[in-house]
């Protein structure tokens, strides 16, 4: 695989609901960044599992994934705690998660022409998809923090939930991501650890402006 030279790669890692992608968003907006979230990757293999039962096979997938206009990873139906669920359990299968990672290291290492270079978040990113990136955060919060973030997030959608039913779902996603056998979400040593627990949005930004900033200009 061919790689861009001179680009400035950024890879984020975290649980789910920890406001990574929010601050993804954000740093690829600012640093003119190309921004993926890797993880909508699998909720969308996960909503076609669901919508395509009898065709979810290898070959329908491996077109699935070469074809995929990145504008569908923004269907609001990929956030549902049903589809959350299932991508953390298809995550877990090899041949897939093969599939996803070639797709997530080539946009890494290749974004568009017009960004300056790539920001990737999700579980794996920064010592399997982009294991030399320029800088490395791992975004994380307590777990009733994210739960409900992610219980207004679904609410906002007019999602028919309790928060009690989202910690659950938290908590076993969690399990799922930390312990599974291919590719488990750890922090690796070299990554920045950010707590948002306690920060607003804009002050989380700020932290890794700040952090950015001096790296980059050093």
Not at 10 to 23: E, N, R, V, W
């Amino acid at each position: 695989m061919k790689k861009r030279k001179n680009i400035l790669k950024i890879a984020i890692d975290s649980p789910a609901a920890a406001g990574a992608g929010t601050l993804a968003k954000t740093i690829s907006t600012h640093y003119n960044l190309f921004y993926l979230d890797t993880g909508k990757i699998y909720r969308y293999i996960a909503y076609l599992k669901f919508k395509y039962p009898k065709k979810f096979k290898k070959k329908f997938l491996e077109f699935k994934i070469r074809t995929l206009n990145l504008k569908k990873l923004s269907n609001n139906k990929l956030l549902s705690d049903e589809i959350g669920t299932e991508a953390s359990i298809i995550s877990k299968i090899k041949a897939i998660r093969k599939l996803v990672c070639a797709m997530q290291t080539n946009l890494a290492y290749n974004p568009p022409n017009k960004y300056r270079g790539s920001c990737l978040d999700g579980r794996d990113i920064t010592y399997k998809i982009v294991p030399d990136a320029d800088i490395k955060f791992y975004i994380t919060a307590n777990v009733k923090t994210r739960a409900l973030r992610r219980f207004k997030e679904l609410k906002n959608l007019k999602k028919n939930i309790s928060f009690k039913e989202v910690l659950k779902s938290i908590k076993k996603r969690d399990k799922s991501d930390l312990s599974r056998k291919y590719s488990p979400l750890i922090k690796t040593k070299d990554s920045i650890l950010i707590n948002t627990t306690n920060l607003t949005k804009r002050s989380c930004f700020l932290k890794i402006k700040k952090i950015m900033d001096k790296k980059i200009i050093a």
